[in-house]
């Protein structure tokens, strides 16, 4: 099945940080309910955008999230003293959104990992910066994999990210991550592939036609997962079509229970 994960709680959405600023619990709860009821699989909380606030904003953010729905949490923050507050205050096996190749990151995120139950997202990120080639970013899946194994972890409890980048700044960053994801799910059987859907539209008009197409051509590659806006009608409608043209859905049944509720429109 395929993992969505909501995105929208995130104090770098104007909406959310004065939601945070103002205390109001209940645009927050309508959100997360809205994402719930729209599908998502995990709620994504990112409280980064408050310099010097993530951790007070994040510990109030995990209380109301969790007190509006009952799905599991995606964690998102780049700092692992973040994470390690998050993690003590959930009370569902959530997803740790992200471990990296960043030598600092990594050193302390595998001490954090061992023996935990959890879902981590693994970027392709190391201390020379962002993926340049699809081989790149290959090597780098396979390296951290290969260390997440060592530590005992499942490669279904793995999410690698490729890092999705805009078109807008290199005509080759779609095919470099499509070529990725083909590979890394042949060669690691049994990994996920997620990332920020959105990024590849950025610094580009009409985003929601290109993130929905991006969608389906990264599933026809095996992508898996991905961090998106459950709210959207037409990408939804897109996710579900794109997998039954996949084959993941036995006799066409969620295609069309979707469209028998009025999901799928044309
Ligand atoms: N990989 C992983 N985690 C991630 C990302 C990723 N977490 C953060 C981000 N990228 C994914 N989350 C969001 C959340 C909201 C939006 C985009 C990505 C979004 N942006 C609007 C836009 O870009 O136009 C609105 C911006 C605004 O209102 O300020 O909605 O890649 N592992």
Redesign the pocket.
């Known amino acids: 099945m395929f993992t969505i994960i909501g ?2 709680i ?1 104090t ?3 909406n959310i940080k004065k939601a945070v600023e103002n205390k109001d619990i209940e645009y927050i709860r309508e959100d997360v309910k809205k994402q719930t009821q729209c599908g998502a699989t995990y709620i ?1 909380v ?1 409280a980064g955008a408050r310099i010097g606030h993530e951790e007070e904003d994040m510990k109030w953010l995990l209380e109301i999230v969790q007190g509006a729905t009952d799905l599991p949490l995606c964690l ?1 923050s780049p700092d692992p003293q973040i994470l390690e507050t998050a993690y003590a205050l959930v009370n569902k096996t959530p997803m740790i ?2 471990i990296s190749l960043e030598k600092d990151r990594f050193d302390s995120m595998i001490p954090f990992l061992k023996g935990k139950n959890c879902k981590i ?1 693994a ?1 392709c990120m190391d201390d020379s910066g962002m993926p340049k080639t699809s081989e790149d970013i290959i090597n780098r899946a396979k390296t951290i994999v290969g260390e997440l194994e060592n530590i005992g972890m499942k490669r279904d409890d793995i999410f690698v ?1 490729p ?2 980048q805009p078109m807008s700044v290199d005509n080759n960053n779609g095919t470099m991550v499509m070529d990725a994801v083909k590979a890394i799910m042949q060669d690691l059987g049994g990994v996920h592939t ?3 859907l ?2 590849i539209s ?1 610094g580009l008009p009409k ?1 929601k036609i290109i993130n929905r197409s991006f969608l389906l051509m990264m599933m026809a590659n095996g992508f898996d997962s991905a ?1 998106m ?1 459950p709210l959207d009608k037409d990408i939804m409608a897109a996710l579900k079509t794109g997998e039954m043209l996949a084959g993941h859905d036995n006799y066409c049944m969620n295609f069309l229970t979707s469209v028998r509720a009025g999901e799928i429109e044309a």
């Open positions: 995105e929208r995130n770098t959405l104007g994504d990112n998102d959104n992200s997202i970027l990210d890092l999705i997620t990332g920020g959105s990024n950025y985003r961090i806006d």
